[in-house]
């Protein structure tokens, strides 16, 4: 009766909501930079925790809220990803190398909301803009992209500015509300992935609903078992899309798209 009261509870469904938007919002940049350019920036989720160090610093420092240095913070993530496409990405590609190689309740909401928020402004910019399409072009099917005229270059560019933005912003929010060390960045790049794969190539509205089944999957299989085994479940949900959903989840609602 204790587990079924575990698993009916408000809060526990809240605790994965949380976490899939922590997840949806990670797994946005590494979903563009992964999509424009067939790479897997492994240090990704290094990119979330510079972004909550930097959070920290300001705050220890300066008094700066977290809120407050949120937009400097994903402004520098834009540049430094800007610096790092340019002076490494970009030579790497143009070699020949192979491109794939107990929390306040308030600060819970205000993380949901704002992850929500910027989920669904970043499907209108794929989905809407002009620029945004350009980039889901690129995404879908580079080579036309590259024969009717797009500048791919510039479209990866701004996909490495956006990526480091986005996962420094959420480095910035993850600030408020967990703990963490230098050494928290990897799981959180191998969820982003799982995401991508659950929810398909540049598909970021099913990203959204995979990002939330795999937080709800967490959530409840830590609470059936231990917290000791999240990273457990973690690479099991990784290993078993890779398995069973290699094209993704939601593969045939993306291609339509």
Known sequence: ?????????????????????????IALGLNLVYGTLRMLNVAHGDVVMLGAYAAYWAFTGSGISPLLAAPVVAGLGAV??????????????????????????????????????????????LGRSLAGLTMRAVIERREA?????????????????????????????????????????FPYTIAAFIVIILGGLGNVAAGLGAAMLLGALETYGV???SANLRSVLLYGVFVGALLLFPRGLFARRANRA
């Open 223 to 225: 609470a059936l078992t």
């Open 80 to 125: 430094a990803g800007l610096l790092v496409y340019r002076g490494a990405v970009r030579r790497m590609l143009g070699s020949g190398m192979p491109a794939s190689s107990c929390l306040e309740g308030n600060s819970l909401l205000l993380f949901f909301g704002l992850s929500i928020i910027l989920q669904n402004a970043a499907a209108l910019f």
């Open 1 to 25: 009766m204790g587990i079924v009261e575990t698993l009916l509870s408000g809060q526990l469904l809240f605790a994965a909501l949380v976490t899939g938007s922590i997840y949806a919002l």
């Open 145 to 185: 992209a590259y024969i009717v005229g797009v500048d791919v270059e510039r479209v990866q560019a701004a996909s490495f500015a956006i990526g480091f933005a986005s996962a420094a912003l959420a480095g910035v929010l993850l600030s408020m509300l967990e703990q963490f060390s230098p050494f928290s960045g």
